[in-house]
């Protein structure tokens, strides 16, 4: 049986750019197509409509579907079953010219592979696996031509690592194809709602729903059965993320704790991403498309909303904006990036504020591990208004290893028996410690002051011999 005979009776070689091969469909091996594909073409013809075409046995078998491939599983979709179409068909794109059968512009919508889980004359079962559309999908005969397609539910992860941004600086070029969102200070985690029900999952895959009683009403932040938001568990204090606040809510004990926790010191989740809908994977969509989707269906309420973003020709203004208001800083966003679950890329970019501090070295804790011997960390120190050197953190990473040897042969003419500080320092960072006089002045990049005046993850810039250690205050 020639399969392809009525879809050559409908065309014109001489008249219509689409493939119109002479002979009889062959296997895929015989055409060099690989078995398993799919298209799905936009096709504004008389009527616009989206043909979906499987491989099967040398041919493409199609169906026209009049409002497109299903995205959700509670609503079908006709799909009227047409001519079968050569495997040369699944890379036509092009116009039809007026007066031809089909005649108008045809356009790839989607494309990939597919596993058959059915076939029969009434029913086909398959997975798709293309760059708009993936999972289970059905269709089923319903009389004559009429078929129906329908989207299966693909269930939630039990985890996922999410997707990490890399260090960097603004973009230089074609900052219109970016976003930038405000960088907040919390806790990274997945919010996976099904039937209003909450799971939130940390980056490391842990449950700490229970940890967090007071976002389970997140589960009716959308009227979508099925959610995965990505997102930032977050504390506030006088409107601006702390860290510090949300130190006691991420280590409890028990739910009761856990209560009482949240009573003190409520948390809010700030979604920034939507990576499912009602079973439709979006991690293959860029993130303009996510983040749309995202700003439809999230409803804000009391312990979570959906912070803005901002065009990306605004960056410097937006960090600035950030630095203003005492956070970290901003992330970039390319606005085709797709959703690259445990990856660190540079489509996104976080970009710090940083800040620099003069600090005196007041003392250092041995190493460990790789540095046994060495440096591990230097406790540092800034003066008061009063002269008082007062304990401003410990700074263990920035470090070359020609480096600590530099910083050893400086600190062991300094040793003394006690602290220089003229307050406690805490006993984990006093114990074991070896006491410097404060004679020596290095540069640091940190995040904030904490409330405690500690800095916040300081770097080692390097070291300052033009500066006296008596005039070291606190700058920022």
């Keep these: 049986m020639d399969r392809l005979a009525e879809y050559r009776g409908k ?19 015989g055409t060099g197509q690989p078995a398993g594909i799919f298209v799905v073409q936009e ?37 009227v079953h ?37 076939w029969t004359d009434r029913e086909v079962k398959v997975t798709l696996h293309g760059q708009r559309v993936s999972g289970g999908y059905v269709l089923f005969a319903t009389g004559g031509k009429n078929w129906m397609i329908h989207r299966e539910r693909l269930p939630l992860p039990a985890a996922l690592t999410p997707m990490l941004a890399t260090t960097g600086e603004p973009p230089a070029r074609n900052r219109a194809g970016w976003a930038v ?11 996976f709602i099904e039937n209003g029900r909450l799971r939130l999952g940390s980056r490391t895959g842990k449950d700490i729903t229970a940890t967090y009683p007071d976002l389970a009403g997140l589960g009716h932040a959308t009227s979508h059965k099925q959610v995965l938001f990505d ?54 969509l860029p993130y303009s498309e996510r983040r749309a989707l995202l700003e439809e269906i999230f409803r804000n309420g009391s312990n979570w909303l959906s912070p803005p973003n901002f065009p990306g020709e605004d960056v410097d203004d937006v960090l600035a904006a950030s630095a203003a208001n005492g956070l970290e ?25 940083e800040l620099r501090q003069e600090v005196v070295v007041a003392g250092w804790k041995p190493g460990k591990g790789n540095r ?30 020609a480096t600590l040897r530099m910083l050893w042969g400086k600190l062991q003419p300094l040793r003394r028996p006690g602290s220089p500080f003229d307050e406690p320092v805490p006993a984990e960072y006093a114990r074991n410690a070896v006491w410097v006089d404060p004679e020596l002045v290095i540069e640091v990049a940190f995040d904030r002051w904490t409330k405690v005046g500690r800095m916040r993850a300081p770097v080692y810039q ?15």
């Design 11 to 29: 065309r014109d070689a001489s008249r219509t750019p689409e493939p119109v091969p002479e002979g009889a469909a062959v296997s895929p091996d």
């Design 43 to 79: 096709h504004h013809a008389r009527r616009l409509h989206w043909d979906f075409r499987l491989e099967r046995d040398g041919v493409l078998v199609s169906w026209a579907l009049p409002k497109g491939v299903p995205d959700d599983p509670a609503v079908n979709h006709l799909a």
């Design 82 to 118: 047409t001519e079968d179409h050569p495997m040369e068909y699944a890379t036509f794109h092009g116009e039809i010219p007026r007066g031809e059968y089909g005649a108008g512009a045809v356009t790839i919508w989607d494309h990939g592979t597919y596993e058959v889980l059915k």
């Design 181 to 191: 969102e405000m960088k907040w200070d919390g806790v990274r985690a997945l919010a």
């Design 231 to 284: 997102g930032e568990i977050v504390a506030f204090t006088g409107g601006r993320p702390d860290f510090e606040a949300l130190q006691p809510r991420m280590h409890v004990a028990s739910p009761a704790q856990a209560v009482r926790l949240a009573q003190l010191t409520p948390v809010t989740y700030l979604a920034f991403d939507v990576l499912q809908v009602d079973g439709r994977s979006l991690v293959a």
């Design 329 to 353: 800083g901003v992330v970039a966003k390319r606005l085709d990036s797709r959703y690259e679950p445990g990856t660190r890329t540079r489509s996104w970019l976080k970009i710090k504020n």
């Design 372 to 401: 046994t011997g060495q440096i591990g960390s230097l406790l540092v120190g800034v003066h008061d208004e009063d002269g008082k050197l007062r304990y401003a953190g410990h700074v263990g990473t920035g470090f070359a290893d």
């Design 462 to 476: 390097g070291l300052r011999d033009d500066k006296n250690p008596a005039d070291v205050v606190r700058e920022t």
